[in-house]
């Protein structure tokens, strides 16, 4: 068994890493060398996650390929969104809220190309879809010396677009992305999934967090109708994986996991019609 002193010693002295390494990030943001064109690789070609075999928040501040906290485009974001936050809550609710609604939820955006995965890439487009918004929350947080890692459960979504619908053959969405989140000596989930114009559009409540209790998704929309259910949890990775969900997907529905020049579609626009028309 670990000595409780020594296990305090050794988070402040990997929070002391991250407030070093954010102090230069600073800097450098300062000087204008950081952007959000930031280079891409599109070589990118990592292993596929595991699931988690520790519980222990140090195992979870550290860069992986996908959740890339050590690339300067999710250093500034995460900064920009933590600014004036003082504790590991703050710090975590701003980024929630920042995730939520500074990142446009789409559907659409699914690829099997690896890099658009990464934190970096879904912060250079401003829109994702669950999975990769939970990688760009976890990413951040891990910046600021929250641990974090990312995790996956199947959902019954009653209030999707018809056209999504279709493409998909079924209202079960396999894989919904969720971010664990280390806080008060306990892991919280939360889900910072759909952007507040999208929830009014479709007439759901958006999802809050106060950092205390977990936020995993809306039950039923704003007239009391059913909006989501939860199937099963298929628990957290070490990072994405990436293969083992597309090849789910590709057993699972119809036609969907192509990228997104060949499904097109406008998320946003479908939810506001259908919307009206309810």
Known sequence: MRNPE??????????????????????????SFMNVSSQINTEFNPPDGVPTSSDDPRDYLAPTPYLDSDNPDVIAFAMEATRDAVTDVEKAVKLF??????????????????????????????????????????AAARVVGVSARIGYADVRNHLASDRLLELLGT???????????????????????????????????????????????????TRGNKHMEYLGDRGSYTDLPLQEMLDDFDERYIAFVNDEEEKGGDFHAEAEAQGRSS
């Open 6 to 31: 020594t296990t305090i010693l050794e988070i402040k002295s990997a929070r002391a890493i991250v407030a070093f390494r954010n102090q230069t990030a600073e800097f450098l943001a300062e000087m």
């Open 97 to 138: 809220y920042a995730v939520r609604d500074g990142i446009r939820y789409d559907p659409y955006v699914t690829s099997r190309q690896k890099f658009k995965y990464q934190a970096s890439w879904t912060l250079s487009q401003g829109l994702g879809w669950c999975v990769q918004k939970a990688i760009v929350m976890a």
């Open 171 to 221: 209202d079960v969405f396999a894989f919904h992305g969720w971010v664990e989140l280390w806080l008060e000596d306990r892991w919280i989930k939360v889900t910072p999934v759909f952007n507040k114009e999208l929830c009014e559009k479709f007439h759901v409540k958006p999802q809050e967090f106060d950092g205390s209790a977990e936020a995993l998704f809306q039950e039923h929309d």
